[in-house]
């Protein structure tokens, strides 16, 4: 069916840098899609950074772009979201997406990251 475990959340001053993980197991069929996405309260989750076709593709929402980086060890399954110059706004709980070859995208729990003074 598969799993997916984030972590590496934390708090941090802004201006600050983290490095989430997303580890993926269990999964029949190869991972084609290893996705970031944040939900801030009371606000809709959203999309941070996408890593598709293998590894071969990255896109980011325009609110991360030069400040966060998406990369991906397909031997591990594990995705990583570096995140830099981070920002009070970039609070939230973020989710990892593992997307298979076939079969439903799987969702981890969430890590919380809290940017504060």
């Known amino acids: 069916q598969g799993q997916v475990v984030e972590s590496g959340g934390g708090l941090v001053q802004p201006g600050g840098s983290l490095r989430l993980s997303c580890v993926a197991s269990g999964f029949t069929y190869s991972i084609i899609a290893m996705s970031w996405y944040r939900q801030a309260p009371g606000k809709e989750r959203e999309l941070v950074a996408t890593n598709t076709n293998f590894g071969a593709s990255t896109n980011y929402a325009d609110s991360v772009k030069g400040r966060f980086n998406i990369s991906r060890d397909n031997i591990k399954n594990t995705a990583y979201l570096h995140m830099n110059s981070l920002k009070p706004e970039d609070t939230a709980v973020y989710f990892c997406?593992?997307?298979?070859?076939?079969?439903?995208?799987?969702w981890g729990q969430g890590t919380q990251v809290t940017v504060s003074s």
């Open positions: 997406d593992v997307r298979p070859w076939a079969g439903p995208d799987r």
